[in-house]
């Protein structure tokens, strides 16, 4: 897997508006695990510059009826693009964000 250097990243950024980020959904229960994707996903979304707001789901009939195997989970644009199989980096929330937003246009 390649990744690309945090300065390319952040200039990719630049070009994106958060407008086209249309919804960032976090599905969980509240406990550490979703805690520590909620707080990497601020944390992510503050170096980009970006002020989307985030929709915590944790109401278990929502949850089901989302379309996630597990939790917790981020839905970019009503797309699953990680669930609880393990919190992902910051680098990859970061690509994830940048390639939903690509995806929108």
Do not use: Y
């Amino acid at each position: 897997m390649s990744c690309t250097p945090l300065p390319i990243m952040l200039h990719l950024a630049d070009e994106i508006s958060e407008m086209e980020m249309k919804q960032i959904r976090i599905l969980g229960l509240g406990n550490s695990r979703h805690r520590q994707l909620s707080k990497s996903l601020d944390m992510v979304m503050r170096e980009l510059g970006w002020s989307v707001d985030i929709e915590q789901v944790m109401e278990v009939d929502q949850i089901l009826s989302s379309g996630v195997e597990s939790i917790p989970a981020i839905v970019f644009n009503g797309e699953v693009v990680f669930d609880g199989k393990s919190n992902p980096t910051r680098a990859e929330l970061r690509t994830a964000l940048l390639q939903s937003t690509r995806q929108v246009h």
